[in-house]
């Protein structure tokens, strides 16, 4: 093969991390030929390029170990998956089978966990757009329905007059636990007072019975001690709504929001060292459930963790394309995955896999999708030695958030796989074609182009 000419850069190495062949040992250890046993040029070859695979392995193990962390501390403990941050089947179905129920926020996502063959009581229903008719399914499904403003509270008592019946619903609680910028425009706010006007309204109009309290203090969430003050927010609530209204909280439902062990743009730290074990949160909240609950009683803990269970259950396969050098001296190459399919490099610096051995010098590379947009940046600066096209790159964690708010823009979305736990591999979403993008679209008659 013909090399092209490159016209010649200085570039400043990076010598003290050279081993004998010239490459740095950091790159070294950044080679994956294979995910799960699966060689990638394998799966490449046969499902395309670009390529999420997810490992069924993977996301039954972060399951169990975080599920773990907490039904070893606490006596009653329930976890709820969070749809928007991976609602693909075959990851639902897996987290459904190891004992969590669904957590929804939108008709359409309460429609896909009861498509999936989900019973209603078995569905946490959030969110601030429940639409009466959604209410009204969700409420005689006796789905748990977790009422986030006063408008809420209006429709669900018409409901109940309409199905002549009472309905079980939980409110959400927003407040301070020390995390900024505070998330308060979701359910009722505490130090206010407005939560507990919420509960006299409710406990006014006779139509709804209050069990549960939910709130959801952020994402990314790196300091467990919020969670300790969260929960003895909740707990102290609880027992003011008992005491003086009569309702029984049977659950608590404390949220998501743990952190990946992916590494935010702008910080030092590598994620290990970065990101408190889930053992942390497990030990602050149990300790906080612990101090304040009344001896005996032990309220339903829920939890909705979406983000710390399937981001690091996925990886990206993208291959590059092109290269080319960039006026400022720095190396460029364009792949074949952007920020259409990968939404969370708008936050994420994510780890960077090389599917081969490499030789030569490396330096400061920057990865550019396939979009036609200035915005279109995978990583915008990373120690890379010199790839050739058709060189693929594993890119990961990339299970949470990306399947959920990718976008048909550009390019279609690809392929998605799974390895299952015996080694075999199934397509869960297929590429897209044509037909699926223009199927919703209609030409009036008179736009019709003859040629
Ligand atoms: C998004 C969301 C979650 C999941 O959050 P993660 O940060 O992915 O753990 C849980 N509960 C509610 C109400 C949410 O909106």
Same mark, same amino acid.
């Given at each position: 093969?013909?090399?092209v000419?490159e016209k010649p850069?200085?570039?400043k190495?990076?010598?003290?991390?050279?081993?004998?062949?010239?490459?740095?040992?950091l790159y070294?250890?950044?080679?994956?030929k294979? =995910?799960?046993?699966v060689?990638?040029?394998?799966l490449v070859?046969r499902?395309?390029?670009p390529l999420?695979v997810?490992?069924?392995?993977k996301?039954r193990?972060?399951?169990?170990?975080? &599920?773990n962390?907490?039904?070893?501390?606490?006596?009653?403990?329930?976890?709820?998956?969070? &749809?928007?941050t991976?609602?693909l089947k075959a990851?639902?179905?897996?987290?459904?089978q190891?004992?969590?129920i669904?957590?929804v926020?939108?008709a359409?996502?309460?429609e896909?966990?009861r498509n999936?063959g989900?019973?209603g009581?078995? =569905? =946490?229903?959030?969110g601030?757009?429940?639409t009466l008719? =959604?209410?009204?399914?969700?409420?005689?499904e006796?789905?748990?329905i977790?009422?986030?403003?006063?408008?809420?509270i209006?429709?669900?008592e018409?409901i109940?007059?309409?199905?002549g019946?009472k309905?079980?619903v939980?409110?959400?609680?927003? %407040?301070?636990t020390?995390?900024h @910028?505070?998330w308060?425009?979701?359910g009722?706010?505490?130090?206010?007072?407005q939560a507990?006007?919420a509960?006299k309204?409710?406990?006014t109009?006779?139509?709804?019975?209050l069990?549960g309290?939910?709130?959801h203090?952020?994402?990314?969430?790196l300091?467990?001690e919020?969670?300790g003050?969260?929960?003895e927010?909740? #707990?102290k609530?609880?027992?003011?709504?008992?005491?003086n209204?009569?309702?029984?909280?049977?659950?608590?439902d404390?949220g998501?929001?743990?952190?990946?062990?992916?590494?935010?743009?702008g910080?030092?730290?590598? @994620?290990? #060292?970065?990101v408190?074990?889930?053992e942390?949160?497990?030990?602050k909240i149990t300790?906080a459930?612990?101090?304040?609950l009344r001896p005996?009683d032990?309220?339903?803990l829920?939890?909705?963790?979406?983000r710390?269970i399937?981001?690091?259950?996925?990886?990206?396969?993208?291959?590059?394309?092109?290269s080319?050098?960039?006026?400022d001296?720095r190396?460029?190459?364009?792949a074949d995955?952007?920020?259409?399919?990968l939404?969370?490099?708008?936050w994420?610096k994510?780890?960077?896999?090389?599917?081969r051995?490499?030789?030569?010098?490396?330096?400061?590379?920057?990865?550019?999708g396939?979009?036609?947009m200035n915005?279109?940046?995978i990583?915008?600066?990373?120690?890379l030695p010199?790839?050739?096209r058709?060189?693929?790159?594993?890119?990961?964690?990339?299970g949470?958030?990306?399947n959920?708010?990718?976008?048909?823009?550009?390019?279609?979305r690809?392929?998605?796989v799974?390895? %299952?736990?015996d080694?075999?591999?199934?397509?869960?979403?297929e590429?897209?074609?044509?037909?699926?993008?223009e199927?919703?679209?209609r030409?009036?008659?008179?736009?019709?182009?003859n040629q």
């Amino acid at each position: 093969m013909k090399k092209v000419y490159e016209k010649p850069v200085i570039t400043k190495l990076e010598t003290g991390f050279m081993n004998k062949f010239g490459g740095s040992p950091l790159y070294a250890r950044k080679i994956r030929k294979d =995910i799960d046993g699966v060689p990638v040029s394998e799966l490449v070859e046969r499902y395309g390029s670009p390529l999420f695979v997810i490992s069924e392995r993977k996301l039954r193990e972060r399951y169990r170990k975080i &599920y773990n962390a907490f039904s070893s501390r606490y006596p009653n403990v329930q976890f709820g998956w969070s &749809y928007k941050t991976n609602y693909l089947k075959a990851v639902c179905s897996v987290l459904h089978q190891e004992g969590a129920i669904a957590e929804v926020v939108s008709a359409f996502e309460y429609e896909k966990a009861r498509n999936l063959g989900i019973d209603g009581k078995n =569905i =946490i229903f959030n969110g601030p757009h429940k639409t009466l008719d =959604i209410l009204e399914k969700a409420a005689s499904e006796g789905a748990m329905i977790h009422i986030d403003h006063f408008d809420e509270i209006i429709d669900l008592e018409k409901i109940a007059d309409r199905l002549g019946k009472k309905i079980k619903v939980a409110i959400r609680v927003n %407040m301070d636990t020390g995390i900024h @910028p505070q998330w308060d425009r979701f359910g009722f706010n505490l130090e206010t007072g407005q939560a507990l006007d919420a509960v006299k309204r409710i406990a006014t109009g006779g139509k709804l019975v209050l069990n549960g309290l939910h709130s959801h203090i952020g994402t990314f969430i790196l300091e467990p001690e919020a969670y300790g003050k969260e929960v003895e927010k909740l #707990v102290k609530l609880a027992y003011e709504i008992e005491d003086n209204f009569g309702f029984k909280i049977e659950y608590l439902d404390i949220g998501g929001g743990f952190p990946s062990k992916n590494k935010l743009k702008g910080t030092y730290l590598p @994620p290990d #060292v970065l990101v408190p074990s889930v053992e942390e949160y497990a030990e602050k909240i149990t300790e906080a459930l612990y101090s304040n609950l009344r001896p005996g009683d032990f309220p339903k803990l829920i939890l909705e963790t979406g983000r710390a269970i399937i981001d690091e259950a996925e990886y990206l396969i993208t291959t590059i394309f092109a290269s080319k050098r960039l006026p400022d001296g720095r190396k460029a190459y364009i792949a074949d995955a952007g920020v259409n399919i990968l939404f969370t490099a708008f936050w994420y610096k994510f780890n960077i896999e090389i599917d081969r051995e490499v030789q030569g010098t490396n330096e400061p590379s920057v990865i550019y999708g396939p979009l036609c947009m200035n915005i279109d940046v995978i990583d915008d600066g990373t120690m890379l030695p010199p790839l050739e096209r058709g060189t693929r790159l594993i890119i990961s964690p990339v299970g949470a958030y990306n399947n959920t708010q990718w976008m048909q823009f550009i390019e279609y979305r690809p392929n998605v796989v799974m390895i %299952m736990e015996d080694g075999s591999v199934e397509i869960v979403r297929e590429r897209e074609d044509i037909s699926d993008i223009e199927r919703r679209e209609r030409l009036p008659e008179k736009l019709r182009i003859n040629q």
